[in-house]
């Protein structure tokens, strides 16, 4: 199972993007897809995370201003940040959770490559 994440870039406060992270891999389901970020010398944190049945978890800093969306029959999660700041400024991370494939393997976690979004006027 790959990720493959797109869409960072540089972003002026109040801007908005808009991240896709596309799963691959023969992938029959996947129960949670979500984003994370890190800043520099900073943990990873939790973005917004959306289930299999689309309920969605945001971090409270960004509640309001980012909306995270799925299209199952693509695999892929997207993260629409919208009103951005300057402490938006990380890497960002898509993540998915319990990811049975057609061939019945089983992954429980994994990660993308970051993709890195500067809010910068």
């Known amino acids: 199972v790959q990720l493959q994440a797109s869409g960072g870039g540089l972003a002026q406060p109040g801007g908005s993007l808009r991240l896709s992270c596309a799963a691959s891999g023969r992938i029959r389901s996947i129960n949670v897809m979500g984003w994370y970020r890190q800043a520099p010398g900073k943990q990873r944190e939790l973005v917004a995370t959306?289930?299999?049945?689309?309920?969605?978890n945001y971090a409270e800093s960004v509640k309001d201003r980012f909306t995270i969306s799925r299209d199952n029959a693509k695999n892929t999660v997207y993260l629409q940040m919208n009103s951005l700041k300057a402490e938006d400024t990380a890497a960002y991370y898509c993540?998915?959770?319990?990811?049975?494939?057609?061939?019945?393997?089983?992954?429980?976690?994994?990660w993308g490559q970051g993709t890195q979004v500067t809010v910068s006027s």
């Open positions: 993540n998915v959770v319990g990811v049975m494939t057609t061939y019945s393997a089983y992954f429980a976690q994994q």
């Open positions: 959306i289930n299999s049945g689309g309920s969605t």
